[in-house]
C-alpha cells in the first residue's frame, strides 16, 4: 500500500506579505510524520475566491488529506468555507447545532450575532463539524472517495487544539502506521565537521540519508531519523541513537528537539547542589539571561553582573586595576580575576566570567574583533580553568558563540565532578 | 491596467520538513512589492518530478509572473529545469556557453565535470541564462505570450545576487511603476486597541486597509502602505507618516521596519550624555543584554547586576534589610531602593530595577505571577519615578514586557529631558 499522500494550505492576504510567514503547517508536519503521512506540497494562497477555489480543488485531485488553515473568521475576508464549497462541488449549509452555539455565546455578552456571525455556521454538506473549544469559528472534515479535506482556524492555539483532538485522532485510523520518527541529538561548541567525522561508523551502519547533522551558532543538532511500523521503527530509533550517543560520548549536551544548554546546565546544577554566579562583559547579560530563563533557576543562580567598564570590573569584582592595566581588560589574566571575583563577591560555588571584543569596534592586531577569554573559578578546590577563543561572524554571532562556549565549560566542570555511579547502580 | 500577478515556488523536500521554513520567498515578495506586483500564491513543493511539473503549469497559468527556487543543482535531486520543460510544453538544450563555464571551473580545480555537472548547461529552449556569480548552477528567464518565469538557485546569497541583477531590472521595465510600498512605525507598551484608536482619523483619511496595526509583546507596529507612481506614492506616504506621527505623539519611538527600542534608548542615552547602570531580578539580565545588543552602547552602558537572591539585593545594591522583610521583594518600595542603590554603587547618571514574578512559580494571590514593579533613578536632580503593572503571559513574555516597559520608562525620562528645540531650528 503507498503511503498516504497530504497537502497543507494555508489561507490570509497576511502570509503572502513580508511580514510574516506560515508557520502552522510545520506543526501540522510533526502530526503527519508521526503517522507516516508523506506531505508533498504546502501552498499559502490570498483571501481570494477563485484563486482559493481553484487551490483547493487542485490539492483534492493530487492528494489524499488535504489540510486547510484560516479563512473560517466572521468577515467578509473569510471565505474558505465557501471557497471549499465550490471546489467540492457541494452545498453550504447552516448547522442549526453551529449557529445555536454562536447565539448562546453572543447572548452570555449581552449581544446579538449579525449576519456575519451566523457565516461561521455554514457547513459542507456532509461533513463533520470539529468543536473549536479555544474559539467562535468550528472546524470542518469532509471525506468522500477515500480522501479527506480539513478546515481549521489560522489561529495557532485554536488549530493546535484542533489537530490534536481531530486529526490526530483521525490519523491513527486512517494511516497505515509506517510512520517516521525524528530523534534530535544535541552537541555543543564543537565544529559540524568534526561531529560529522565522528559519525562515519554511524553512517555505515544505518545508512547516511537517515542521519542530518545540523550547524547553529555553538550547537550542532544530529537528526536521527526512521521510519516502518511502531515496534520496528523504535527499535532501529533506539539503535541509532546508542550508537550516536557512544560515537559522541560526552560531547553530547542533551536530547530532544526543545533542549537547550542553560536547561541542561541548570540541572546538572541542581543535581550538584551547586549556585552559580556570572561576571559578564563583551556579552551583555546574555549567560544570566539564557540561566534565568529556565523556570526555577533562582535555585541555582545567586546573581550576576555586567561589567562593561574597566573601573568596574575593579570595583564589582576585586580585579586589581594594574592587572588590567597591565594585561588589559581582554586577556587571560583579568578574566581568571573576574572569576575568582564575582564567586567571591556574590557567594556562590562556582563564578564563570567573559570579556571579549564583540566589535564591530574594539579590534586590533593582536586582538581583534571575536577574541574572547572565559574563565571558570569553583567549587572548593578546583583550579581556576581558562580558555581563550577567536569567533567568527558579527557582534550577535559572537556573543551567542560566547555565552554558548561558558555555559558548554560549566557543563563540562558539572560532569567531571559527578560521582562515579554508586555500585548498586551498576549491576 | 491590472496590476502584474505573480507567484513563487520553492522547491525542495528539506522546506517540507519540520526543521525548515521557505524564507527566500519572503525577499523576492519585498522585491514584487516595490514594483506593484501582486502576490497571489506561493507553494513549496519537494523534489518529485511530476508533482514539480503539475505546479509550474498551474502557476504558468494562473499569473503574469512565475519565480521558482532550488532544484538547479547538480544532482538526481535536482529537477527543476526537466519540469519546468515538461510544463511549459519546450526542449531543453545544452547551452555551449555554460557549459565552457562549468568545464572552465571544474579545470581550474584540476577535475573534470561530470555527466551530472553537465546536467547545469542544460537550458529551456528560448530562455536567457542568468548569471551565477556567487556558484555554479546558472539562473534561467524564459518568456512567452507576455508571461515570464524565472529559474533561480535555492542558496539564498546566490539568489539574492541573481534577483538584484536580473529580476528588479526586468521588473524596472515590465512592471507598470504602479509600486507598493510599506513604511513601518513603532509604538511601545501601548495596547494594540488603544493605537487602533488613536488612529482613527488616519483611517478615515486614507482608508482603513492601507494602515495595518500588528501586536507584538510590548511593541505595536503600525505599517503604512501606498502604492501608485514613485512621486505621487511617496507623497502620499509622507502625507500618511505625517498623520500618524501626529495621532500618536511622542508614542512613536522609531520609524522603520528594523528599529528596536534598545537601539533608540542608546542613541538617545548618547545624546543626552547620560551613562546607564541596570538592578534586574527576574528578567535575569535581559535589558542590559537587550542594550549592549547595541554596537558602541559600551559608551553609554557602564553594566548592571542580576540580584535573583534578597541578600544580594542588600550587598550589591545597598537595599536596606528590613525593607525586603517588611515589603517584599516584590514591592514598589525594593525597586526604588535598587534603581537608587544600582546608580550609586556603579556610578551612573541613571539607574534603572526592574523585580518581579516571572514564573511559573513563586506567585501569591496578592502577588500573582506577572506583577513586576520597575523605577528609574536620576539623573541628578530627578525624582525617582516608579511602575507596577501585571503583565500576562509566560515567563518568556513577562520577561519580554517587563524589559520592554523598563526601556520606554527611560525613553520618555529622556525625551521628556531633551532641551527644547534651540530657535534656529525653528524658523
Known amino acids: 500500500m503507498p503511503a498516504m499522500r497530504a497537502t497543507i494550505l494555508a489561507v490570509g492576504s497576511e502570509l503572502l506579505s513580508t511580514e510574516r510567514l506560515d508557520t502552522n503547517s510545520l506543526r501540522l508536519t510533526a502530526l503527519l510524520e508521526r503517522r507516516g503521512v508523506e506531505l508533498i506540497k504546502k501552498c499559502i494562497v490570498g483571501d481570494l475566491a477563485s484563486e482559493l477555489a481553484r487551490e483547493i480543488r487542485a490539492l483534492w485531485e493530487s492528494s489524499d488529506l488535504v489540510l486547510v488553515s484560516g479563512g473560517l473568521g466572521p468577515t467578509a475576508d473569510d471565505l474558505t468555507r465557501e471557497a471549499a464549497a465550490v471546489a467540492l462541488g457541494v452545498d453550504l449549509r447552516e448547522d442549526p447545532d453551529t449557529l445555536?452555539?454562536?447565539?448562546?455565546?453572543?447572548?452570555?455578552?449581552?449581544?446579538?450575532?449579525?449576519?456575519?456571525?451566523?457565516?461561521?455556521?455554514?457547513?459542507?454538506?456532509?461533513?463533520?463539524?470539529?468543536d473549536n473549544p479555544n474559539g467562535t469559528a468550528p472546524g470542518q472534515l469532509f471525506e468522500r472517495d477515500g480522501k479527506a479535506l480539513f478546515l481549521f482556524?489560522?489561529?495557532?492555539?485554536?488549530?493546535?487544539?484542533?489537530?490534536?483532538?481531530?486529526?490526530?485522532?483521525?490519523?491513527?485510523?486512517?494511516?497505515?502506521?509506517?510512520?517516521?520518527?525524528?530523534?534530535?541529538?544535541?552537541?555543543?561548541?564543537?565544529?559540524?565537521?568534526?561531529?560529522?567525522?565522528?559519525?562515519?561508523?554511524?553512517?555505515?551502519?544505518f545508512g547516511g540519508e537517515w542521519i542530518t547533522v545540523l550547524a547553529g551558532a555553538g550547537e550542532v543538532r544530529v537528526l536521527l531519523t526512521a521510519v516502518g511500523p511502531d515496534r520496528q521503527r523504535q527499535e532501529r530509533l533506539r539503535a541509532m541513537r546508542e550508537r550516536t550517543l557512544a560515537l559522541l560520548g560526552d560531547g553530547v549536551f542533551g536530547e530532544g528537539a526543545e533542549t537547550t544548554l542553560e536547561f541542561v546546565v541548570a540541572g546538572l546544577l541542581a543535581a550538584a547542589g551547586w549556585t552559580l554566579a556570572t561576571a559578564e562583559s563583551c556579552t551583555g547579560g546574555l549567560v544570566a539571561e539564557r540561566i534565568t530563563r529556565v523556570p526555577g533557576s533562582s535555585r541555582v543562580f545567586v546573581g550576576g553582573v555586567v561589567v562593561y567598564s574597566n573601573q568596574l570590573k575593579c570595583a564589582l569584582l576585586d580585579v586589581a586595576p594594574e592587572l588590567v592595566e597591565r594585561e588589559g581588560a581582554v586577556s587571560e589574566a583579568v578574566a581568571r580575576a573576574m572569576?575568582?571575583?564575582?564567586?567571591?563577591?556574590?557567594?556562590?560555588?562556582?563564578?564563570?566570567?567573559?570579556?571579549?571584543?564583540?566589535?564591530?569596534?574594539?579590534?586590533?592586531?593582536?586582538?581583534?574583533?571575536?577574541?574572547?577569554?572565559?574563565?571558570?573559578?569553583?567549587?572548593?578546590?578546583?583550579?581556576?580553568?581558562?580558555?581563550?577563543?577567536?569567533?567568527?561572524?558579527?557582534?550577535?554571532?559572537?556573543?551567542?558563540?560566547?555565552?554558548?562556549?561558558?555555559?558548554?565549560?560549566?557543563?563540562?566542570?558539572?560532569?567531571?565532578?559527578?560521582?562515579?555511579?554508586?555500585?548498586?547502580?551498576?549491576?
Not at 153 to 175: I, K, N, Q, Y
Request: hydrophobic share 45%.
Open 100 to 130: 445555536a452555539e454562536i447565539e448562546r455565546r453572543f447572548a452570555a455578552l449581552g449581544r446579538r450575532a449579525s449576519p456575519n456571525n451566523r457565516k461561521q455556521a455554514a457547513v459542507l454538506a456532509g461533513a463533520r463539524v470539529l
Open 153 to 205: 482556524p489560522g489561529v495557532p492555539f485554536e488549530l493546535d487544539r484542533m489537530a490534536a483532538d481531530a486529526l490526530v485522532p483521525w490519523l491513527e485510523t486512517h494511516s497505515d502506521g509506517v510512520a517516521r520518527e525524528t530523534w534530535t541529538i544535541k552537541v555543543a561548541m564543537r565544529p559540524e565537521s568534526e561531529v560529522d567525522q565522528s559519525l562515519a561508523r554511524a553512517y555505515a551502519e
Open 339 to 427: 572569576a575568582l571575583g564575582v564567586r567571591k563577591r556574590l557567594g556562590s560555588d562556582v563564578g564563570v566570567s567573559i570579556t571579549g571584543i564583540a566589535g564591530p569596534d574594539g579590534g586590533s592586531v593582536e586582538k581583534p574583533v571575536g577574541t574572547v577569554h572565559l574563565a571558570l573559578a569553583g567549587p572548593p578546590g578546583a583550579a581556576v580553568e581558562h580558555r581563550a577563543a577567536r569567533f567568527p561572524g558579527n557582534r550577535e554571532r559572537i556573543r551567542m558563540f560566547a555565552s554558548q562556549m561558558a555555559l558548554e565549560m560549566l557543563r563540562r566542570r558539572l560532569i567531571a565532578a559527578r560521582p562515579a555511579r554508586p555500585a548498586e547502580d551498576v549491576r
